[in-house]
Structures are given as structure tokens and as C-alpha cells.
């Protein structure tokens, strides 16, 4: 593991996505309808797996870390042959040294001893498990069909393979509050994933939770209560050290034309709007700390790669800050010598150094 983390600081990821939409997946999961997040409506073939990884191969011209992604579905509740079948074109890539890794998606109770002695046969990489909770309640009102035992036991079997694992969570699910959410993460944390994701939910067309949210049944989360979610899953993963490699879900034509999605926190930039939240606690903690209530004005310098977000989507960051406080100017400067993710803030001839790790309250 820690050579894969070196390898991503020295190449870029370039990933090669193959869609298996519902796919081989025992549960209808009351969130899911994998056709409209995906796109794909058909099932793929062996020899369209192939195709995908030539072309994409062909149209690489730098040094990448490339890696072939059988996204979508529940990849190892398909019978055996039909996922090594499937593998085979991305085994084969591996075994050449035309691509470096080969990830997959699937549940928890789709892994067992022998589905992952399979994997390793077919030297599988990395395995990302659909979690969604650590709430026994939660995961019962969603109709995952498993409970937080099957994740453990998922985790343990592919670690002890030494197969890479990730954890997808989906905060704002029926039954969970703030405690649940808490407690999810705590539980996360004592598994020791070597990565997560985060899908606040969403209301999906031809989705059991769309009859429930039509009915007056569930309420989801507004974009802001699950842009303050994300960023505490996010800040509190970090300090453990466990990367949090994508927040919110992929934009695509599908989900942006605003017919599939019924209700919920899905916004483009979701991941954007996170990171430009967890700056705006960072500088409203200095403030408030400091004790810097009707100062007249606040300089802040960052890195150039992070203007965007400390200054929010239209410049939020700055105008909450300006009427929370009651300052009358707060100057924003680029500047290539800050750390990214970190702030340097100027006031009355002294410097304060801001980062994530300052952050107390969400």
C-alpha cells in the first residue's frame, strides 16, 4: 500500500472506466438505479472491455498511473466465469505492463474466501465496497439486504489478501441524523480502509426512494446540510490518514439535464464546494479564536490552485465572512510559496498560518 501511495505523488492517475450497470447486483437498493447514473443502459461484453482499454490506451500521450475500473455494479455477484471473463482484457493489459492496476466495485456480502482467492488469481488490485452506512437501522430502511458485520468481514478477507480497499458512504440516507453519521464514521475509522468515497443521496427517478420522497415520506438532505456532512466525513477521515478520493456523485449528462434527479444534494461541483466550505471553518475558526469581530480589514494570501475555493461559488466565502463579522474588507492574494490547502492570514503586522487541523466545529 504505501507504494501505491508514492507511485499516485510521482504519475497522475489516468483511469480507464468500464460501466456494468446493475450487473449481477441480488438487491434493488431503494437509492439505486444504476441505468441513470451511469448512462449505460446495456450490459458489456468481454470483447467491448477490450476495445475500451485499446482505445483509451491509444489516446494516452504522458506518464500515467492507469488504471482499468469496472464501475457500476456488483461485480463479484456475477458467476465466476463471467467475471473472469470480463477481467481477462484488463489481466492481460496488467500482466504486460500496458496498465498498472485493476479496480472493481461491489457489496460487502459479495465477498467471500473464495471470490477473493478469484480476484487474486486475477491479480485484482483494488476493491471498492458500496457500504453506504455502518447503521444497522440505516441499512435496513435502505434495503441493502446486509448489515455492518458483512462490511468488517469484507474488509478483513480482502486485507489479508493484500487487495487495496475502499469504502463508499452515503450520508443523508433514510433514518440517519447526525449521531448515525457519526458513529458511521467512527466505525469506518476501526476498519482501516485505504480510501473512501462520499454520495450524499439522492433522489434518482424509477428509485424506491422516489416514491418515498413523493409520498412525504423522506426528506433529503439540502445541499448545504450535505456540503457540512461531507466536510466533517472529509476533515475527520484526513486526521486519521485515510484519503478521501472523491466527494459527491460524478457529474454526467444524465444527472446535469435535471430530469433524473428529483431532489437531493447533487450539484456538478459537489467536491468543490466541500473543499471551499472546509476553508470557509478554517478562517471563521481563526476569527472567532482571535477574537477579530468589526476588525476593518483581513489579508489573506493562498495557493493560486486554491482561489476558486477560498473565495466560494460567487464569492460566498467572502460575503459570509464580511456579514458574519462585520468586516469591511477581506483582500485575497495568490501566492505559489503557500502550502496547498493552507492559508496565511495578516492582521495588524503579524502572520497566522491556517490549515485544516485548526478546524474544531463543523
Known amino acids: 500500500m504505501v507504494v501505491f501511495v508514492i507511485f499516485r505523488s510521482v504519475m497522475k492517475h489516468y483511469i480507464i472506466p468500464v ?36 482505445e ?45 492496476a485493476i479496480r472493481l466495485s461491489t457489496r460487502p456480502d459479495c465477498i467471500t474466501g473464495p471470490i ?12 471498492e465496497l458500496g ?74 427517478t424509477g428509485t424506491v426512494l422516489a416514491e418515498l420522497y413523493s409520498r412525504g415520506d423522506y426528506c433529503p438532505l439540502s445541499l448545504a446540510q450535505a456540503v457540512a456532512r461531507s466536510a466533517y466525513m472529509k476533515l475527520v477521515f484526513e486526521r486519521q490518514g485515510i484519503a478521501v478520493i472523491r466527494t459527491g456523485l460524478q457529474a454526467s449528462e444524465e444527472l446535469d439535464s435535471g430530469e433524473n434527479v428529483l431532489a437531493g444534494p447533487y450539484h456538478p461541483a459537489f467536491g468543490e464546494l466541500v473543499d471551499s466550505h472546509i476553508f470557509y471553518l478554517m478562517m471563521t475558526t481563526f476569527i472567532e479564536q482571535a477574537a477579530l469581530h468589526h476588525t476593518t480589514c483581513l489579508f489573506i494570501r493562498h495557493h493560486p490552485q486554491d482561489c476558486s475555493k477560498v473565495r466560494g461559488q460567487h464569492n460566498i466565502n467572502l460575503s459570509r465572512l464580511k456579514h ?32 485544516k487541523n485548526m478546524i474544531k466545529s463543523i
Request: glycine share 6%; proline share 5%.
Open 324 to 355: 458574519r463579522y462585520s468586516l469591511l474588507t477581506v483582500n485575497l492574494h495568490a501566492d505559489s510559496a503557500v502550502t496547498r490547502s493552507s492559508l496565511v492570514l495578516e492582521y495588524q503586522g503579524s502572520r497566522y498560518i491556517l490549515n
Open 131 to 204: 457500504v453506504q452506512s455502518l447503521d444497522d437501522n440505516v441499512l435496513g430502511r435502505s434495503a441493502r439486504g446486509h448489515n455492518s458485520q458483512a462490511v468488517a468481514d469484507a474488509v478483513r478477507l480482502l486485507k489479508m489478501a493484500g487487495i487495496s480497499c475502499g469504502l463508499q458512504l452515503m450520508p443523508g440516507l433514510p433514518g440517519e441524523d447526525w449521531l448515525s453519521l457519526i458513529g458511521t464514521v467512527r466505525q469506518a475509522i476501526l476498519l482501516k480502509p485505504d480510501f473512501v468515497r462520499i454520495y450524499p443521496a439522492v433522489v434518482i
Open 116 to 127: 477473493v482467492d478469484n480476484l487474486t488469481k486475477q491479480e485484482v488490485n483494488i476493491v
Open 56 to 100: 483509451r490506451l491509444a489516446a494516452i500521450t504522458q506518464n500515467r498511473r492507469i488504471e482499468v475500473a469496472f464501475y457500476g455494479g456488483s461485480f463479484t455477484a456475477l458467476p465466476e466465469d463471467i467475471q473472469n471473463e470480463l477481467l481477462t482484457p484488463a489481466t492481460q493489459a496488467l500482466r504486460s505492463g500496458r496498465i498498472h
Open 19 to 54: 460501466f456494468i450497470p446493475h450487473l449481477g447486483c441480488p438487491h434493488q437498493c431503494i437509492f439505486c438505479n444504476q441505468n441513470k447514473i451511469t448512462g449505460r443502459q446495456t450490459p458489456v461484453t468481454a470483447e467491448q472491455v477490450a476495445a475500451i482499454i485499446e
